[in-house]
């Protein structure tokens, strides 16, 4: 079965920082992957996503997330986090079957951006 | 352009009521589906369509219904809601066409049943 697990329930940084979410997946076949942001009481926002190509991936807002095959790990990251990056992220899958809009996704990662 | 437009932003339903959970999107995406957010749990797929007139069940249907009989609006339905259905739910669509496609959401509505 598929899964996304994000192994950290909240990230804490300071601003300036670089900071890293950590997402690991589980699937058959090749990964579709994604990135959600999620800021207080709005819908999700698509950050970024990787379908083939190059590991490392560019996307909105700064972020970027290196695609590591071996390790099965799609970590998000920033080279100097701001307070207004302060959200909740969220790492997501393609689901097999079914429609190719389906995503499963992770349990989410809290980060706090602090001054 | 107004993306993904979800209504009501709130509701508060007793144990055994019926409501309807509104969802729109203007931007002619043939793929439309409702997740729930529960503390701890992420997003969880309830039910979704890839076109008007074809619906199909997620990881989470049961108590829950859903039609779509136009490209715009795919509205959820709670036929006796209960405690457990108290979540923040989102409407979310996409060009279901492209694997590069990602899904837009809307605002959410956040439920309450006592």
């Known amino acids: 079965a598929q899964s996304v697990a994000q192994p950290e329930d909240q990230v804490n940084v300071a601003e300036g920082n670089p900071l890293t979410v950590k997402c690991t997946y589980s699937?058959?076949?090749?990964?579709?992957l994604f990135w959600y942001v999620q800021y207080p009481n709005r819908g999700l926002q698509f950050l970024l996503k990787?379908?083939?190509?190059?590991?490392l991936v560019k996307g909105s807002y700064g972020f970027e997330a290196e695609f590591n095959k071996s390790q099965t790990s799609f970590h998000l990251k920033k080279p100097s986090a701001l307070v207004s990056d302060s959200a909740l992220y969220f790492c997501?899958?393609?689901?097999?079957?079914?429609?190719?809009?389906?995503?499963?996704f992770g349990k989410g990662t809290k980060l706090s951006v602090k001054p | 352009n107004a993306g993904v437009t979800q209504t009501p932003k709130f509701q508060v339903l007793k144990t055994g009521q019926s409501m309807t959970l509104q969802c729109a999107q203007d931007?002619?995406?043939?793929?439309m589906s409702w997740y729930r957010q529960d503390p701890g749990m992420g997003l969880r797929l309830i039910h979704y369509?890839?076109?008007?007139?074809?619906?199909d069940q997620g990881e989470v249907p049961n108590g829950y219904n859903v039609s779509r009989s136009t490209t715009e609006d795919f509205p959820l339905r709670l036929l006796s809601a209960a405690p457990s259905q108290t979540s923040v739910y989102f409407c979310?669509?996409?060009?279901?066409?492209?694997?590069?496609?990602?899904?837009?959401f809307g605002n959410g509505t956040r439920l309450t049943v006592t």
């Open positions: 979310a669509s996409t060009d279901d066409r492209s694997y590069n496609s990602p899904l837009h």
């Open positions: 699937v058959s076949g090749n990964p579709y």
């Open positions: 990787y379908i083939t190509g190059d590991n």
């Open positions: 997501a899958v393609r689901a097999l079957g079914g429609s190719q809009g389906n995503l499963i």
């Open positions: 931007m002619n995406h043939e793929y």
């Open positions: 369509s890839v076109g008007a007139g074809i619906t």
